[in-house]
T-cell receptor, first 112, second 115 residues
């Protein structure tokens, strides 16, 4: 079974802190994605990567950056966390761009 | 870019009845339409998908229909059971573009199965 793991289920950070959310997949997938999920807004794509060291902006990249140094690992970085970045963050991976995406369990981030 | 509208936002049905969730999309070039189910405390999981070369696809109690002319697609769940209670998301994308823009998701439908 494909497994996507995220480093934390719950995270509380202060405004202005630098935050790292880590995601690891174990199926040698080419593509990895970061979404945020907010009530009434569904899933919105922040960034995605189709290869090591490659990244593409999604629909809401402002305030975020990403890093993919190894194929299995995709990190989301909040350079200076703000309260409006309080959300559920979901990581996903797929073999090809439009194959089934396998999601991790999510990280609920609270910025105070 | 693509825009996906999903209705209703909440749907309550009696156990054993059918449930229908509808989505519309804006980009006529979209040709891949997956549906994901998200249970409480978990990430979304693909339950069925359809590509634009077919109009309907079934998998046991679940079916998806696609009307490319009208740019809408629907999820049908028959003989609903308590384990069907979850949030369902539709999505759309364009395979011809290599999926470079990824999936665009609807806002989700909270399906509640009443015993």
């Amino acid at each position: 079974d494909v497994k996507v793991t995220q480093s934390s289920r719950y995270l509380v950070k202060r405004t202005g802190e630098k935050v790292f959310l880590e995601c690891v997949q174990d199926m040698d997938h080419e593509n990895m994605f970061w979404y945020r999920q907010d009530p009434g807004l569904g899933l919105r794509l922040i960034y995605f990567s189709y290869d090591v060291k490659m990244k593409e902006k999604g629909d809401i990249p402002e305030g975020y950056s990403v890093s993919r140094e190894k194929k299995e690992r995709f990190s989301l970085i909040l350079e200076s966390a703000s309260t409006n970045q309080t959300s559920m963050y979901l990581c996903a991976s797929s073999q090809r761009a439009l194959d089934e995406q396998y999601f991790g369990p999510g990280t609920r981030l609270t910025v105070t | 870019g693509e825009n996906v509208e999903q209705h209703p936002s909440t749907l309550s049905v009696q156990e054993g009845d059918s449930a229908v969730i509808k989505c519309t999309y804006s980009d006529s070039a979209s040709n891949y339409f997956p549906w994901y189910k998200q249970e409480l405390g978990k990430g979304p999981q693909l339950i069925i998908d359809i590509r634009s070369n077919v109009g309907e696809k079934k998998d046991q109690r679940i079916a998806v229909t696609l009307n490319k002319t009208a740019k809408h697609f629907s999820l049908h769940i028959t003989e609903t059971q308590p384990e069907d209670s979850a949030v369902y998301f539709c999505a759309a994308s364009n395979e011809a573009g290599g999926g470079a823009d990824g999936l665009t998701f609807g806002k989700g439908t909270h399906l509640i199965i009443q015993p």
